[in-house]
């Protein structure tokens, strides 16, 4: 039962190179997110997609592209990388319900942009 | 805005001493609060918390929460080192959206 999966798990940029980080979920979830953790500051929302096809912005979206041309796959782009984007960054699924459900975590992906 | 406000930020306790995390928060058509525990990697679902004054227990974790005040307490009793780790709190609001998280506690518990 593999979850939430991300890819790669570490990556090191140059600054102004472009990148794109792939969560895949394997639940049927509808809700997908990326957040970015920092030391001493959290989680903090990325973008969300609440759909297939659908995408929205969330509390830092500067600089970073989504798209989910699929149920299972959010990806996350970087365009132009700065190293203000050195960050350890988490997706995660959660499914729709009738109540609130807890959201399931991807093991994070490390990346350092030099 | 929603904003979620943990304390202290940092904890560090002897193996067997019982702790309290705090979680505080604003946020708009409130429904639901989450803890998760975070050691390495993935952060971990501990409790979800919907209605005040019905605690959520499981083995030496235990949870409330007050509707009223606005916040939620996790309190862990007879620590020990495998309990070291960042303690995460979030809240949701109306409809299934998206974890609004706040710092995170990062309790170290020492033989």
């Known amino acids: 039962n593999a979850g939430v999966t991300q890819t790669p798990k570490f990556r090191v940029l140059k600054t102004g190179q472009s990148m794109t980080l792939l969560c895949a979920q394997d639940?049927?979830?509808?809700?997908m997110y990326w957040y970015r953790q920092d030391p001493g500051m959290g989680l903090r929302l990325i973008h969300y997609s609440v759909g297939e096809g659908t995408t929205a912005k969330g509390e830092v979206p500067d600089g970073y592209n989504v798209s989910r041309l699929k149920k299972q796959n959010f990806l996350l782009g970087l365009e132009s990388a700065a190293p203000s984007q050195t960050s350890v960054y988490f997706c995660a699924s959660s499914p729709w319900a009738r109540g609130d459900t807890e959201a399931f975590f991807g093991q994070g992906t490390r990346l350092t942009v030099v | 805005e929603d904003k979620v406000v943990q304390s202290p930020l940092s904890l560090v306790v002897h193996e067997g001493d019982t702790v309290t995390l705090n979680c505080s928060y604003e946020?708009?058509?409130?429904?639901?609060l989450l803890w998760y525990k975070q050691e390495k990697k993935a952060p971990t679902f501990l409790f979800m918390l919907?209605?005040?004054?019905i605690e959520k227990k499981s083995g030496r974790l235990s949870s409330i929460l007050d509707k009223k005040e606005l916040f939620s307490i996790l309190n862990i009793t007879a620590t020990q080192t495998g309990d070291s780790a960042v303690y995460l709190c979030a809240v949701r609001n109306s409809g299934n959206t998206p974890l609004v998280f706040g710092k995170g506690t990062r309790l170290s518990v020492i033989a």
């Open positions: 639940m049927n979830h509808e809700y």
């Open positions: 919907t209605s005040s004054g």
């Open positions: 946020v708009t058509n409130f429904r639901s």
